[in-house]
């Protein structure tokens, strides 16, 4: 009965149009009513203290690392390499988006913003040389969800902080399930690409090639950065952001010099912006997450989980296929802050490593970002690219087959995930 009451009161209130922030606040007040629980006070210190967290400080600052490395000419010099590096190949622009999408990643945590840069960086290229719209945008869509998968990963900090797990470990074991990801999606535009008769750049030079990647040296230096001071324990995934934002900032005024003190304001409302939307998220669904726990609703749910308790790929199975149908209909952010606290204990009770758990939920909450009906890249992209939001979805289905293909293969084999992140933390 409790948790008929706190889901019907979710999705009763997010059907009729109410922001999913004010939903979770809705079906943490029908819960504490159930439990004959509510007091004002109480749900208003569970509103603070959701938010007041040390390792939340590097959502802000990743937010402010990506809208800095957008302005400042960052991504744009990313997209540069890789037309240079693969553009001339069959296909070649599509290889261009991925390997761009796959090393836009490792610069910034967000699908959304990765993927506006990439649509309105190629897809007029795209359309230009001769490509499928529909199919371009598709990819380019599914290119964008490698973001949050590749630390520096926002949607990592939200599930360490949700989960109570080492957003550290987070990070490192999001990049092999990421580059999969960008390989699945290759083959696939491969196969696609051979059908189409769409014309190619021409080869880069050896002189193109080395000045792209001079005048990308910079911005690639960022995720080394990230990556040696996490292994050398100089700074926490927290600190990491305040040095991305830092290191971003410096390299797009004093290097590239592409962006000027008087756009900081600008940059800086952008980032405030976005960032106020993931905390209220974060604050609001603290008080569902203390109502979960003090209603039981893990223990509740492990009881119902108990036949697939014994079989943890069995157990992962159902899982990954619950949350891609949830996926459809929710947000990646919101999805984290109502599942991670409720399923992670059925994850510990089964034996499943909470590290691995958490990069695949991440991955699979990644995929529901391109799948329909809300899809929120798909419309990124249909926004920047002036197209139907049908026509992505329809262009986007093989990669999103890719994709799936992927995440149920890391299901089988889960060493693939588990031992680069335990070697790296050897």
Do not use: C
């Amino acid at each position: 009965m409790t948790v008929l009451i706190f889901v019907g009161a979710l999705i009763g209130a997010i059907a009729i149009g109410i922001p999913i922030a004010y939903a979770l606040l809705l079906s943490g007040v029908a819960l504490m009513w159930h439990l004959d629980l509510f007091d004002a006070q109480i749900l208003a210190q569970n509103v603070l203290e959701g938010a007041n967290s040390f390792p939340l400080l590097a959502v802000p600052f990743f937010m402010l690392a990506g809208e800095i490395m957008n302005v400042g000419g960052l991504s744009r010099r990313i997209v540069n390499l890789a037309l240079a590096l693969v553009g001339h190949v069959r296909g070649g622009l599509g290889f261009v988006t991925i390997l761009a999408a796959v090393l836009l990643a490792s610069l910034s945590g967000s699908a959304v913003a990765d993927t506006a840069a990439l649509a309105a960086l190629l897809m007029p290229m795209m359309v230009k040389a001769g490509h499928n719209r529909a199919r371009s945008g598709g990819l380019i869509a599914s290119a964008g969800i490698i973001a949050p998968v590749i630390p520096p990963s926002i949607p990592f900090v939200i599930f360490g902080v949700a989960a109570n797990v080492s957003i550290g470990r987070l990070f490192i074991a999001g990049i092999v399930p990421g580059i999969l990801m960008g390989i699945a999606i290759a083959i696939t535009w491969w196969l696609v690409a051979r059908q189409e008769g769409a014309s190619t750049p021409p080869r880069a030079s050896r002189a193109e090639m080395w000045k792209a990647l001079r005048e990308s040296t910079w911005a690639l230096g960022l995720p080394v950065i990230v990556l040696v001071g996490l292994k050398m324990g100089v700074f926490t995934p927290t600190e990491a952001a305040v040095v991305a934002a830092v290191y971003a900032l410096f390299v797009a005024t004093a290097v590239y010099r592409e962006m000027h003190l008087q756009q900081l304001y600008q940059v800086l409302l952008a980032a405030s912006k976005t960032t106020a939307i993931i905390m209220f998220l974060v604050a609001a669904a603290a008080v569902s997450a203390w109502l979960i726990t003090v209603a039981n609703l893990p223990g509740q749910l492990i009881d119902i989980l108990q036949p697939f308790i014994n079989n943890p790929t069995l157990l992962l199975i159902v899982i990954m296929l619950l949350i891609l149908v949830i996926g459809m209909a929710m947000d990646l952010t919101p999805m984290i802050l109502i599942l991670a606290p409720v399923l992670m204990p059925v994850v510990k009770a089964a034996g499943i490593d909470p590290v691995y758990f958490g990069a695949l939920f991440v991955m699979n909450g990644a995929i529901g970002l391109i799948t329909p009906p809300v899809g929120t890249v798909l419309n990124v992209v249909a926004g920047v690219s002036k197209m139907k939001i049908q026509q992505v979805a329809h262009g986007v289905w093989p990669f999103l087959l890719a994709q799936i293909i992927v995440l149920f293969l890391l299901v089988l084999f889960p060493q693939i995930v588990i031992a680069p992140y335990r070697w790296f933390y050897s």
